[in-house]
């Protein structure tokens, strides 16, 4: 059980370049999230997606897309990467409860990525 | 989402409970109180959480106020690698989950 992974664990992109950053999970949760984190910062979303064929954005979405692809992958992608986009981003899944409340999110180790 | 405020840093001794505190004076009645904690570099772990009733688990004690405008994350005997950022949230939908600045805790040898 290997719970959240992320790949790759490090990019460096040039400004204008695109990349796809990957996350899979295999306990079987409904709900899957993007974040992504700063230096000294804490944790912003970007994406989320409630359910297999569902995707909300978060608080931070502009210059992102996302995929779920289905039930274990949630895919990130910048289309045209900018320095400003220079985070660790982190991948999270969950389930939830029969009331609704979703329980602990469980996060990926991250991605590392500089734009340059 | 209430907000919530915790101090920037706190320390304490090996072998020690670790108290770490939280306010959030504007909870609502259907919101839940979440401690994640995020050891260096690392991605964030789930501590506990919890409504009105005080709550144990493996790991921590969450108490949280009669008024629950505030609550204490304990962790009862204090480790080395318990080092690190707590985050207080809290949020009706934990499918958004906002991070603050949360609380840098440094245990001491």
């Known amino acids: 059980n290997a719970g959240v992974t992320q790949t790759p664990k490090f990019q460096v992109l040039k400004t204008g370049q695109s990349m796809t950053l990957q996350c899979a999970q295999d306990?079987?949760?409904?709900?899957m999230y993007w974040y992504r984190q700063d230096p000294g910062m804490g944790l912003r979303l970007i994406y989320y997606?409630?359910?297999?064929?569902?995707?909300d954005k978060g608080e931070v979405p502009n210059g992102y897309n996302v995929s779920r692809l289905n039930k274990r992958e949630f895919s990130l992608r910048l289309e045209s990467a900018a320095p400003s986009q220079t985070s660790v981003y982190f991948c999270?899944?969950?389930?939830?409860?029969?009331?609704?409340?979703?329980?602990?999110?469980?996060f990926g180790p991250g991605t590392r990525l500089t734009v340059t | 989402d209430a907000k919530t405020t915790q101090p920037t840093s706190m320390d304490c001794a090996e072998g020690r409970a670790a108290n770490l505190p939280c306010n959030h004076s504007?909870?609502?009645?259907?919101?839940?109180v979440y401690w994640y904690r995020q050891i260096h570099s690392q991605g964030p772990q789930y501590i506990i959480h919890?409504?009105?009733n005080n709550e144990t688990n493996e790991m921590a004690s969450l108490i949280i106020t009669e008024d629950r405008k505030s609550s204490t994350l304990i962790l009862p005997h204090a480790t080395l690698r318990d080092t690190a950022v707590y985050y207080c949230?809290?949020?009706?939908?934990?499918?958004?989950?906002?991070f603050g600045s949360g609380t840098q805790l440094t245990v001491l040898p």
């Open positions: 504007t909870i609502s009645g259907n919101e839940y």
């Open positions: 919890g409504l009105k």
């Open positions: 306990m079987n949760h409904n709900s």
């Open positions: 949230i809290v949020t009706g939908s934990a499918r958004q989950l906002t």
């Open positions: 999270a899944s969950t389930t939830r409860d029969p009331r609704g409340v979703s329980y602990e999110q469980y």
């Open positions: 997606s409630a359910s297999e064929g569902t995707t």
